[in-house]
């Protein structure tokens, strides 16, 4: 999976800070949690954030002002990996200082037996797993004496942004040869159609606007529930709820993407017509090792259903540059395949050897690492060109934008085909609404324009 931002590459790190909840000002207790990674692990640090709310503590900007801090870790790259390292050696001199503030390892760093990690940061009190909660609530609950199962409501955020991210499966039983996933997040697990379904009821209540629903591979949400049910019938159940304006899902797989489910984005109205379906080579030798269960022709012909069944939809995709033993001719069909398909967006990634794996144990890391980052600069250019191509033939016209915050004194917000936009303030508030936007300007990376009337003319200068 890979983060929301108008990037070629996935995103270093996104910390999360909350609301204070209703009540916790006057409490000297706080948190700080630092997360990177996938939009699960968002996810994950929202919920265990407004678990800490209801505790009584409260958010705070920075590690060293917190009583509890948590890193929420990713491996899925080694410069994930050195990074959350990194966060590790920032907070132990916190640790020292204050030998009763808690700090905890949480994610995908944190494997089923964490001994070696134990060994390298004796300073952490807790090492949690994926979606592992209790440790850490429970050493909150002995320390303030309250039985914290008693306190905790629903681990929904109190007040969630215009958009937010609900996971509907976890774990993932497809075993790529690159992936570390399946060994830190278990196998696939969905969740209750109808306990989504009132999860996402209740967010709109709250203000959401926007549900993206998240899986390590998201269109095999159901397969393990009673009934047959899939991701398109929870597409279907959401499209029925009232205050909901959009919904989004990530991230799919290019041999589970069902016939059902490109159906629904093409007449679901709530559902929005942009889908990243990561194809990671374009070569059939490398698709073969990295296991990836689909070839080059398969990959192109589910594009080709793709874009028949819906009108204007926007792709991206996922690509993993020097896989093991990737000769330059085998580098160039992916570039080919880039040009050809011609993608919205294009995150790619060197590979980096995790540890553990298949291919960490049956493959050799063969490509020099300055050869993958040429290869990584020749995706990142043909991806510029292209997206600056496709940008553009937006120009004059206008576009449906839900506003979700404001940048540098102007509104910003997303497409239905996630296109980031901005427009001038006109001393309005725009938040969570869905507004005309007239495109004036164009880049690779983002639209600029002026709020438009529902006669279709223009309500503000865009000042540009």
């Known amino acids: 999976m890979q983060p929301h931002e108008l990037s070629f590459s996935r995103a270093p790190s996104l910390q999360v800070v909350t609301q204070v909840a209703p009540g916790a000002a006057e409490q000297p207790r706080s948190y700080y949690i630092w997360t990177i990674g996938c939009q699960m692990n968002r996810a994950d640090s929202e919920r265990l954030a407004s678990a800490l709310e209801q505790l009584g503590y409260r958010p705070v900007a920075a590690p060293g002002a917190a009583d509890v801090i948590v890193l929420n870790s990713c491996v899925v790259r080694q410069s994930a990996e050195d990074k959350v390292s990194g966060m590790l050696g920032l907070v132990k001199p916190l640790k020292q200082r204050r030998p009763d503030r808690v700090i905890a390892l949480m994610g995908c760093m944190v494997g089923p037996r964490p001994e070696q990690l134990q060994q390298r940061f004796p300073f952490v009190d807790l090492f949690m797993q994926p979606q592992e909660y209790r440790p850490l609530l429970d050493l909150l609950g002995d320390r303030l004496g309250i039985d914290w199962e008693g306190c905790l409501g629903s681990l929904l955020p109190s ?55 998240l899986g390590q591979i998201v269109d095999r949400y159901g397969h393990d529930l009673p009934g047959q049910r899939d991701l398109a019938d929870l597409l279907a159940a959401l499209d029925a709820l009232e205050g909901l304006a959009r919904t989004r899902f990530l991230t799919s797989h290019p041999a589970d993407m069902s016939e059902r489910i490109i159906r629904a984005v093409a007449h679901l109205d709530k559902v929005c017509e942009h889908i990243n379906i990561p194809v990671q080579a374009g070569d059939d030798d490398v698709l073969q090792a990295m296991r990836r269960g689909y070839s080059r022709d398969d990959y192109l012909r589910l594009i080709e259903r793709v874009r028949r069944a819906v009108l204007g939809v926007a792709l991206s995709t996922d690509v993993i540059v020097g896989f093991c033993g990737e000769t330059e001719a085998q580098f160039q069909r992916t570039l080919e395949l880039l040009a050809e398909v011609r993608f919205d967006k294009v995150h790619v990634a060197p590979y980096s050897t995790r540890p553990g794996t298949i291919a960490s144990r049956k493959l050799e890391d063969s490509v020099p690492w300055e050869e993958k980052r040429r290869r990584v600069k020749a995706v990142e250019e043909l991806q510029e060109r292209i997206a600056t191509e496709i940008n553009a033939s937006l120009l004059g016209t206008a576009q449906e934008v839900l506003v979700d915050g404001r940048e540098k004194g102007k509104w910003k917000g997303r497409t239905r085909t996630d296109k980031l936009v901005f427009f001038e303030d006109g001393g309005h508030d725009y938040l969570g609404q869905l507004v005309q936007v007239r495109i004036m300007k164009t880049s690779p990376w983002s639209l600029q324009g002026t709020r438009v009337d529902r006669a279709g003319t223009q309500a503000e200068a865009t000042g540009l």
Do not use: N
Not at 164 to 170: E, F, K, M, Q, S
Not at 187 to 211: C, D, F, K, Y
């Open 159 to 213: 007040q969630p942004s215009v958009t937010t991210l609900v996971p509907i499966i976890h774990g993932c039983d497809r075993m790529c040869s690159f992936c570390i996933i399946p060994y830190r997040r278990g196998r696939e697990r969905s969740r209750p159609l109808e306990e989504l379904v009132h999860e996402a009821h209740m967010l709109a209540q709250r203000g959401v606007r926007e549900i993206t629903l």
